[in-house]
C-alpha cells in the first residue's frame, strides 16, 4: 500500500460553493454541473412540496438551473448562490401556482392515494401525510411556501423575507396563520 501524496488529498476536498460559482461564470461547465449535484435535491423537495407533483417540480428545478446557468453573471455575491436558488425555486412554483385553474376539495380527494384507510401503522402513517399533504394544499401559496421554507428547509425568516420578496413580519404573520390553520386542520390525527 502507498501512502496518499498531499496533492491527492487537495482533489478530494469539495469546492465551496462560491468558488464553483466564479469557475461556473467563468465557463467552467464542470463547476456548475457540481453546483447542480449538490442543490438539486433541496431545490426538487422544495418544489415538490409546493407544488404537489413529481412532474411539475421536475419541470420548475430543470428551468430554475437552466436559468441560473444562464443568469449567473448577474448575481453580485458568488456566496449568495444558494439563497438566489431558493427565491427562484420558489418564485417558480409561485407562479405556477397561479398559472393552475383552481383545485377543488373533491379534485384533492380523488387524488389521495388508494389504500390509505386500513389497520396498520404503515396505513395510519400514509393517512396522516396524505392529510398533512392536502392540509398544506389548503394555505395560500406565499403561505405554503414560507411555511415549507421555515419547517422544512429551516430558513430564516430574514432568508424567507428575501426569498418571497417581503418582511421578515410579512413572512412570521403568514407562518403563524400557516400553522394555526395547519394544526385545526390535523387536530384529528394526534
Known sequence: MTAAHPADAADVVPLDDATLVARARDGDVRAYEQLVRRYQGPMYRLALRVLSGPSDAEDVVQEVFVVAWRRLDQLEDDGAFVGWLYRTTTNRCLNAIRARRPVSDVDLEQRAAPGSAGPGPIAETRATLEALHRALRRLTPEQRACWLLREVHGRS??????????????????????????????????
Open 157 to 190: 425568516y430574514d432568508e424567507i423575507a428575501r426569498t418571497i420578496g417581503t418582511t421578515a413580519t410579512a413572512v412570521r404573520g403568514r407562518i403563524a396563520r400557516a400553522r394555526a390553520q395547519l394544526a385545526e386542520v390535523m387536530a384529528p390525527w394526534r
